[in-house]
């Protein structure tokens, strides 16, 4: 069994950044792809960007914006966030499953608010 704990979520203004950490209770890279999901309001729950095997992928509307990245001795994944939009108010979840596009999603963190003010 693996605990995905998220930090770092919080009020922004449009533009600002935030960073996003994720904390898997044990190592779980070699076996597994991590990755950021987000849910607004009404909304169904979308992939936001995922990483393993030495690549990352990045929903269209994030690209350039956002980054993921990990550091192994910490068990942590990031999301970096810049330039955010009001649209990018949700809440955040961190995955982690056995497909680069994390179709199969087998452990979820309990998510992060995020929420972006124009």
């Known amino acids: 069994q693996v605990q995905l704990v998220e930090s770092g979520g919080g009020s922004v203004q449009a533009g600002g950044s935030l960073r996003l950490s994720c904390v898997a209770s044990?190592?779980?890279?070699?076996?597994?792809?991590i990755g950021w999901f987000r849910q607004a309001p009404g909304k169904e729950r979308e992939g936001v960007a995922y990483?393993?095997?030495?690549?990352?992928y990045y929903a269209d509307s994030v690209k350039g914006r956002f980054a993921i990245s990990q550091d192994n001795a910490k068990n942590t994944v990031y999301l970096q966030m810049n330039s955010v939009e009001p649209e990018d108010t949700a809440m955040y979840f961190c995955a982690a499953g056995g497909d680069p596009y994390l179709n199969r999603v087998v452990y979820w963190g309990q998510g992060t608010q995020v929420t972006v003010s124009s």
């Open positions: 044990r190592y779980i890279y070699s076996s597994y792809y």
């Open positions: 990483t393993g095997g030495g690549k990352s």
